[in-house]
Nanobody, 125 residues
Framework: VQLQASGGGLVQAGDSLRLSCAVS?????????LGWFRQAPGKEREFVAA???????YYGDSVKGRFTISRDSAENKVYLQMNSLKPEDTAVYYC???????????????????WGQGTLVTVSS
């Protein structure tokens, strides 16, 4: 299974950006959970958003109301629409996939099996 994240870049505070993650080697099933995490320099990897299996969506407290996660099963892709970006959103963003997660662990990075390489998002003030 390979995940390829893209769409990062340098933007100004208040701008929007959409990240994409293309998944190969695994077809999305009802058990497939997809997520986004981020890691800023010197900090631990932080949960951003996830779609648990096919239906339930979850967001980190710091991005609720600004970020939206979505999936396209036909194209095997997961997206992260980021609006009203803030300088504190600056980080490397990673997409993740797992087919055995339980709901209580979706925010725990170590519980996810497959990861993309990361895409850098820099938000200037």
């Amino acid at each position: 299974v390979q995940l390829q994240a893209s769409g990062g870049g340098l933007v100004q505070a208040g701008d929007s950006l959409r990240l994409s993650c293309a998944v190969s080697g695994r077809t999305f099933s009802r058990d497939t959970s997809l997520g986004w995490f981020r890691q800023a320099p010197g900090k631990e990897r932080e949960f951003v958003a996830a779609i648990f299996r096919t239906t339930s969506k979850y967001y980190g407290d710091s991005v609720k109301g600004r970020f939206t996660i979505s999936r396209d099963s036909a194209e095997n892709k997961v997206y992260l629409q980021m609006n009203s970006l803030k300088p504190e959103d600056t980080a490397v963003y990673y997409c993740a996939l797992d087919s055995r997660l339980i709901m209580s662990t979706i925010k725990v990075a170590t519980q996810w099996d497959y990861w993309g390489q990361g895409t850098l998002v820099t938000v200037s003030s």
